[in-house]
């Protein structure tokens, strides 16, 4: 090759990666130009420490916003780092030459910082066919994509008869000249890079920029900073790593003044390059972020394997099966490669590629089943690979402080989903939840609440999920903007969120996530405004959907050591509002008013409950009479709804406070003669709802229900069917088929035979046998490890 070496690549190509590594050992320039944003010229020297493991990216971010933000993910196969980690090693100076991201941020503000698919050039296409191929590009975080754009290994698989492009690429590129245990090149490694070139030229010429216009203004930055280089170095000592796209256009020869004319104008931004951990599975087009490669732990087997690339692979398959304790031997594996090899000669493939390996493995190490296999896409042909980055890499403080808190917690970092028990009788764990929610709260969604594989529970216990994205380090840098340190951060965006939160509820979630976060001096805040709302809040829904998150705020702090007084007083405020306001509110309801207050009255009753079995609350011990009396006058009152009447008297009679026989008689006054069908059917809807063994355990309940019944005159029947079907769909299948054999034995069963004379059901007792129900205590002290 004559002037400057354009090798022109695939991105995250193993074969690309292969070809520039034995071009440039071959040309040996004094100085390289690789595709990527000149501002990361500074934190390119962190490519050659040996704390930078890959896949890892650039990261530019716009400090003012950092959600304006765009990568340049690199894998240890892609060429662009294979090439910059050669020039580090042996001190040739290295320097990105695309458009700034100052001007690629403020154009697109985030969007595709390299929107070109481009070539890999170990390709040896034919002459009628020239390779190359087309790479999708990585795209920031919620970028939109732009018009289609030519597909340039589309076109040459069609052309070369090809259904598949990837396939297609597998056996021009990544097998060519590659069999068991030779090398990757040709005698000359130049010469794939001058067909690619030529290629190009060919398909650009025909197409046009087809969806590359953008392109435009990018190559002539890099033409402008190739002339310079060949200005300092000489023609022949300068080589250019770029997307094979754009080597047709660097190699032509165009006016310096058309190229600044081209940059002239541009809107620019103040922008910050770092490096950043990357994963494997966001390299993946599957994971939508369209890296371009479907399979990056494959392709780094290819580039990573020293020889018999198949073998090894298929020994990675048993072995993470095996891991699994499925059964997979030796033998396995040896038919697995033979069939593999078989497939690929009956294919017409020069070496068994993906897509053979997994049809092998498929048949012969998962036995056909599909479950297996597809583990091994997950784990293997995708992967979950985290890269590292130094820890003196640049990066926002808000970043280090949470680096330190990772380290220091024993928390690291992965790209796999990760199950976390806590037991918050530990230090340790206290301090691991009580970062994990100050990053929720700060919309760093490394963990979310999940519920515990070993079926924990009570307040001492809490389970995470974990799992490390990439893109969390844009949402760390965005955080920034409130501090410094993860504390403050949290704790200043608690304080904005109060005051800017648009309804009452929202302010008692956000108390409730202040103590999990321990946020003791955004708590004061969050309580001011939390008072102030409920003040001068008089929707009744309103302060029964506060309450809730409330009452769990002091719970909560009771089992964590935080203060919760505030958090106390208010909740039995508002308890106490709802209490005054419940009785008007429920007046008069139509039927769907009545079904969303019902929801309501639980959620109060739950949550009063709550309150009031907390010790130190000062006041809450008088909540459960005060709440009592307002259940009671609602289940007199006749202009209260069926509906809520009935509920009211189920909560009493769960607490144990109707006299007995009560909960009967008001239920036969429910079900007089005088009382509307659609009427009594809503108050037994109420009052049987959430569990029917009170009909299986109670048969004069059962025995009023089913005379109520049988009196509905026909013509009101098919009014009341729909109600009580609804009811008697939500028990389990085991108290609906005990009901009904209570009703079949006929009325003797179910009409309240207790206490008549007649004698007790089969299987049941006149009344609860307390000798023989206490004689369980001794296990369940036991199995609960009481005192």
């Known amino acids: 090759m004559n002037g400057p070496l354009l090798l022109g690549v695939r991105h995250h190509g193993p074969g690309s990666a292969r070809a520039v590594r034995a071009a440039l050992d071959a040309r040996a320039p004094k100085i390289l130009l690789v595709e990527g944003p000149p501002e990361a010229d500074d934190v390119l020297p962190l490519a050659a420490d040996p704390g930078m493991r890959p896949p890892v990216a650039l ?56 929107p070109d698919r481009d070539a890999d050039p170990e390709a040896e296409p034919e002459p009628a066919q020239p390779g190359d191929e087309e790479d999708a590009t990585p795209r920031a975080p919620g970028a939109a994509s732009g018009a289609p754009r030519l597909d340039p290994v589309a076109v040459l698989a069609a052309t070369a008869g090809y259904d598949d492009p990837e396939r297609w690429w597998e056996d021009v590129v990544e097998h060519r000249g590659r069999s068991r245990g030779d090398g990757t090149g040709g005698p000359d490694p130049f010469t794939p890079f001058a067909a690619l070139g030529e290629a190009m030229a060919v398909l650009r010429a025909e197409h046009g920029e087809d969806g590359h216009e953008r392109d435009l203004v990018r190559e002539a930055h890099m033409r402008l900073r190739l002339r310079e280089a060949r200005r300092a170095y000489g023609d022949e000592h300068v080589a250019v790593v770029c997307g094979a796209w754009h080597v047709p256009a660097l190699a032509r020869s165009v006016k310096v003044a058309d190229d600044r004319a081209l940059l002239r104008g541009l809107p620019k931004a103040r922008v910050e390059v770092t490096w950043v951990p990357w994963t494997h599975r966001r390299l993946a087009r599957q994971s939508g972020y369209g890296a371009g490669i479907d399979s990056p732990g494959w392709y780094g087997h290819l580039f990573t394997a020293p020889d018999r690339p198949v073998e090894r692979w298929m020994t990675r398959i048993a072995r993470l099966l095996r891991d699994e304790d499925l059964l997979v031997s030796s033998a396995h594996v040896i038919e697995a490669v033979r069939l593999a090899d078989t497939l690929a000669a009956l294919r017409g493939r020069p070496l068994a590629g993906l897509t053979e390996t997994m049809d092998a493995a498929r048949a012969v190490l998962c036995e056909g089943s599909e479950v297996p296999l597809h583990l091994v896409r997950d784990r293997l042909v995708v992967g979950d690979v985290l890269g590292e980055v130094p820890d003196d890499a640049p990066a926002v403080p808000l970043h280090r402080d949470l680096a330190r808190q990772q380290k220091s ?48 529970t009570g307040t001492f216990r809490e389970s995470w999920r974990l799992r490390w994205e990439p893109e969390l380090a844009v949402r760390t840098a965005e955080a920034g903007v409130w501090g410094t340190t993860v504390l403050a951060a949290a704790t200043a965006k608690a304080r904005s969120a109060a005051v800017a939160a648009p309804a009452l509820a929202d302010v008692t979630t956000l108390a409730e996530r202040c ?16 008072a102030d709302r409920a003040a001068l809040d008089a929707d009744i829904g309103h302060l029964v959907q506060a309450l809730p998150a409330l009452v769990r705020t002091v719970r909560y702090g009771d089992v964590r050591g935080a203060d919760a007084v505030a958090p106390a007083q208010v909740a039995v405020g508002l308890a106490e509002r709802v209490g005054v306001g419940l009785p008007p509110a429920c007046a008069g309801l139509d039927a769907d008013g009545a079904a969303q207050m019902r929801e309501h009255l ?58 007995d026989g009560e909960a009967a008689r008001l239920l036969g006054l ?11 059917a809503a108050w037994i809807e109420g009052f049987l709802a959430g569990g029917g063994m009170l009909l299986a355990h109670d048969e004069r309940l059962l025995g009023l229900v089913d005379r109520w019944l049988i009196s509905v005159a026909p013509d009101a029947f098919t009014e009341v069917l729909p109600l009580l079907r609804r009811t008697f769909a939500e028990y389990e299948a085991g108290v609906r088929r005990t009901l009904g054999e209570l009703l079949r034995r006929g009325p003797a069963a179910a009409g309240g035979a207790r206490g008549a004379g007649s004698g007790a059901l089969p299987g049941f007792g006149p009344g609860a046998d307390a000798e023989r129900a206490d004689a369980v205590l001794p296990t369940l002290r036991l199995l609960l490890a009481a005192p």
């Open 59 to 114: 990261l530019a971010h716009v400090p003012a916003e950092p959600g304006r933000a765009a990568f340049w993910p690199l894998a240890d196969f892609s060429p662009e780092w294979v090439a910059v980690r050669w020039a580090l090693a042996r001190g040739v100076p290295v320097r990105f030459i695309d458009l700034p991201a100052a001007h690629t941020l403020a154009l697109g503000g985030g969007d595709d910082p390299d």
């Open 409 to 456: 917690l024993r928390l690291r970092p992965e790209a796999s989903d990760r199950e976390l028990d806590l037991d918050l009788r530990k230090d340790t764990d206290v301090a691991r939840s009580r970062l994990l929610h100050r990053l929720r709260l700060l919309g760093v969604h490394w963990g979310s609440p999940a519920v515990s594989r070993s079926a924990h």
């Open 515 to 530: 103590l999990l976060a321990d946020l003791p001096d955004a708590l004061p805040v969050v309580m001011r405004t939390l």
């Open 602 to 659: 639980d959620t109060a009753h739950h949550a009063i409950t709550l309150l009031a079995q907390q010790e130190g609350v000062p006041g809450a011990g008088e909540l459960p009479d005060r709440w009592r009396r307002v259940l009671r006058t609602l289940a007199d009152r006749e202009r209260v709804p069926g509906l809520l009447r009935g509920r009211c008297v189920r909560l009493l009679l769960d607490d144990g406070r109707l006299a």
């Open 670 to 680: 429910a079900l007089s003669p005088g009382t509307p069908p659609l009427e009594a």
